[in-house]
C-alpha cells in the first residue's frame, strides 16, 4: 500500500482593484518592495506606470523585476496567463513565486476575475483567491462613488479598504469618506497609505482562510455584528424586515439567522436563482450554514452571479449553530432575500415530508 503525498498548497491570489487614478500603482511599487517571490499580473504596462527603477529585464508580456518579483501583462485572458506563470516557475524558466497579485484596470468589475479564480478548474486546484484589496482616492473618492458604480461595485467586494492621499484631503473630507465606506461595505476594516506606504500583512491574508496559519477564522471573516437584521419571520404569508440598512439609494447591506438546519437542495436552489437572475444584484454573499444532516457547517461565498463552491469546515467556531447570511445588494429589496430562502426551505421541507 502506498501513501499518496499530500497536495501541494495553493498559491494564494491578492485582486488589487480600485477606481482610476486611485492610487494602485504606488501601493503595488511599495508591495513589491517587501514582498519578494511575487507574481504581478496587470493589463498593461504602459497603463500601469511600474517604477522603472524596479525593472530589470522587459521581453515582451513579461518584466523581471528586482528581488525576485515576476511581472507580466494579461494575454487574451487571465486563465491562460495563470497556467504559463505557473508552468513556466516549475519548469524553471522563471523563479518560483510565493504569491500572485491581479491588478485590474480602474473601471474593472472585479467579478469575471474572480470567475476564473473559482470556477476555472486547473486554476483553482492552484491558486486560491487570498483577498480583495480595493484602493480608494481620499479627495475624489466620493465624487467616483456619486458617479461610476463601478467605483461602487469595488468598494462592495472588497476584503480591504485602503485609503490613499490622505495628506491631500482635509479631515471632515476623510471622516465623510470613512463613513461611506462603512456604510457600503460593513464588514470591511479600512486602512490608510502612506504615498502608498502599508505593512503587507495587514492586506495579505484578509479573506476566510489564512495559508500563513492554515486556519480559518469564520467569524472574522463574516462579521455578522456589522450588518443589520432582517427577518423573513412569515406573517399572513408576508415577510416581517426589520432594519433595512439603505445606503447611497440603491445599495443595502444586511444580516439574516435561521435558528433550524437548512435544507441543501433548498438553499443551494434558491441562492442559484437569486445569483443568476439577479447576479448583477447581488454584490457580496456570505455565510456560515447549518445543514440538515451534516454536523460540521458549511461556508458558503459569492460575488455577483460567481458562486464559491461549499467548503465544510472541520468544526464550528463556537456554540452558535445558527446559519447566518450577510449580503451586500444593489437595486434589491431587502426583504425578498430572506424571504426567497425561507420559501424555498419551507417548501422543500414540506415537500419530502408529503412524499
Given at each position: ?208 482562510y489564512n495559508p500563513a496559519t492554515k486556519t480559518s477564522d469564520v467569524n472574522e471573516w463574516l462579521k455578522l ?131
Amino acid at each position: 500500500m502506498t501513501n499518496t503525498p499530500p497536495a501541494p498548497p495553493l498559491i494564494p491570489v491578492t485582486l488589487l482593484t480600485g477606481f482610476l487614478g486611485s492610487g494602485k500603482t504606488t501601493l503595488l511599487n511599495q508591495l513589491i518592495r517587501q514582498l519578494p517571490h511575487t507574481a504581478i499580473i496587470m493589463n498593461e504596462f504602459g497603463e500601469i506606470g511600474l517604477d522603472h527603477q524596479l525593472l530589470q529585464k522587459t521581453d515582451g508580456p513579461l518584466a523581471l523585476l528586482q528581488g525576485g518579483c515576476i511581472c507580466c501583462t494579461v494575454v487574451g485572458s487571465l486563465s491562460p496567463t495563470l497556467k504559463n506563470l505557473f508552468m513556466a516557475a516549475k519548469s524553471g524558466d522563471l523563479p518560483q513565486f510565493e504569491r500572485v497579485i491581479i491588478e485590474t484596470t480602474g473601471i474593472a468589475d472585479p467579478a469575471p476575475i474572480l470567475d476564473t479564480l473559482i470556477n476555472d478548474r486547473w486554476i483553482a486546484a492552484r491558486f486560491a483567491l487570498n483577498s480583495v484589496v480595493t484602493t480608494v482616492d481620499a479627495v475624489l473618492g466620493e465624487q467616483q462613488l456619486d458617479s461610476y458604480f463601478e467605483a461602487v461595485k469595488q468598494v462592495a467586494v472588497a476584503d480591504r479598504l485602503v485609503l490613499t492621499k490622505t495628506d491631500l484631503a482635509s479631515a471632515a473630507m476623510t471622516d465623510a469618506l470613512r463613513s461611506r465606506l462603512v456604510a457600503l461595505n460593513p464588514a470591511a476594516p479600512i486602512l490608510s497609505a502612506d504615498h502608498g506606504a502599508i505593512d503587507p500583512a495587514l492586506i495579505l491574508n484578509a479573506g476566510l482562510y489564512n495559508p500563513a496559519t492554515k486556519t480559518s477564522d469564520v467569524n472574522e471573516w463574516l462579521k455578522l455584528s456589522r450588518y443589520r437584521p432582517v427577518s423573513a419571520v412569515s406573517v399572513l404569508g408576508r415577510p416581517v424586515v426589520q432594519g433595512d440598512a439603505v445606503h447611497d439609494d440603491r445599495i443595502r447591506s444586511f444580516s439574516m439567522t435561521f435558528d433550524e438546519p437548512l435544507e441543501w437542495e433548498a438553499i443551494h436552489a434558491a441562492l442559484q436563482m437569486l445569483l443568476w437572475k439577479g447576479g448583477k444584484s447581488v454584490l457580496r454573499m456570505k455565510a456560515i450554514v447549518n445543514l440538515k444532516g451534516k454536523t460540521r457547517p458549511t461556508v458558503l461565498h459569492a460575488v455577483g452571479h460567481v458562486f464559491s463552491p461549499p467548503v465544510e469546515l472541520p468544526e464550528w467556531p463556537d456554540d452558535n449553530h445558527q446559519s447566518r447570511f450577510v449580503f451586500i445588494v444593489a437595486d434589491l429589496a431587502a426583504e425578498l432575500v430572506p424571504k426567497m430562502l425561507a420559501d424555498f426551505n419551507e417548501a422543500y421541507r414540506v415537500g419530502k415530508m408529503s412524499a
